[in-house]
Each structure stands twice: as C-alpha cells, then as structure tokens.
C-alpha cells in the first residue's frame, strides 16, 4: 500500500477549532524541514511517494518499526511526527511511548495557547508554525494527497 501522510487545512476561521477549550486537539510544532515517511524497511519517501535519498539522515539513529512514521527531515536531525495507523492520536502516541519514540504534542485549551505556543516556536527559528490535531481523529491512511480538516496549520497570530 502506498501511504501519503495528509495535508493539514491553514486556519482561516475560528469554528475550525471547534473543542479547543474541551481538549479535543493537540499541537505539535510545523518544521520548517522536508516532511518524509520512513518505511519499515529503512528507505525514505516523499510525501509523493517518491525515493529520498537517505543521505545524511540514514546517519542518524533512526526509529525501526514496522509502521511508517511520518517525519520531518531537517538539517542534522529527524523528527518523528506521528506514527501512519489507523488509530487516535492518544492511542498513536501511547504506542509510540512504547516503542521509545517521542512524538511532541502540548494539549492546548485556548488561543492564547495557541499564540504562545507559535510564537515560542517561531522564535526558535526551526518552525514556521504549529499543526493542531484533533485527538480523536484515527490517522488517515490512504492513496491520494489532500487536506484534513481535522489538522489544522497556524503560521500567523490568531
């Protein structure tokens, strides 16, 4: 099966949060990196489903699971942004627990989380944003690219 990692929606309009102050998503940062999936097999794709060349990332410790991982490829380091099955972020990231992985997500309440959270990223200089996942969403698995709605990208104050 050919996996593509989803697009998330650019935020636009408050009712796409729809539960924030419920807990209903979580954030991770947006890396300003090449966004890649790393097969059980060890190779890299695109988010294309196109080889990578795993030069230089294949020198680094990299996770061996036999899911696909979605990743960001920056310049020396790889990091892991969710493991591609068909579960709930929350179960998604109790297995990654498991297998050692480490998946960032800050449970968020407000927009005003939501602001300090990009604006702390944005200043790191390694994010060009932030992505909220609704927690209960399972991770799409499926054969052509597009946006997810229940994934949201945030690159300006809201």
Not at 14 to 35: F, H, I, M, N, T
Not at 91 to 109: C, F, P, S
Not at 136 to 156: E, F, H, Q, T
Request: charged share 30%.
């Amino acid at each position: 099966m050919i996996y593509y990692p989803p697009q998330p929606v650019l935020y636009t309009e408050r009712s796409q949060l729809a539960g924030l102050e419920a807990g209903e998503w979580v954030l991770q940062p947006k890396w300003d990196g090449r966004r890649a999936v790393l097969m059980p097999d060890g190779t890299f794709r695109s988010k294309r489903d196109k080889a990578i060349d795993s030069e230089p990332w294949s020198k680094l410790p990299l996770p061996k699971v036999d899911a696909p991982l979605d990743l960001e490829l920056m310049r020396d380091c790889v990091y892991v942004l969710d493991l591609m099955l068909p579960a709930p972020f929350d179960e998604r990231k109790q297995i990654a627990d498991m297998l050692g992985l480490q998946l960032y997500d800050l449970n968020v309440t407000s927009i005003e989380q939501v602001n300090h959270c990009l604006r702390e990223l944005k200043a790191s200089g390694d994010c060009d944003g932030v992505v909220l996942k609704r927690r209960s969403v399972p991770y799409p698995i499926r054969k052509s690219l597009g946006a997810l709605s229940d994934w949201v990208k945030v690159k300006r104050l809201i």
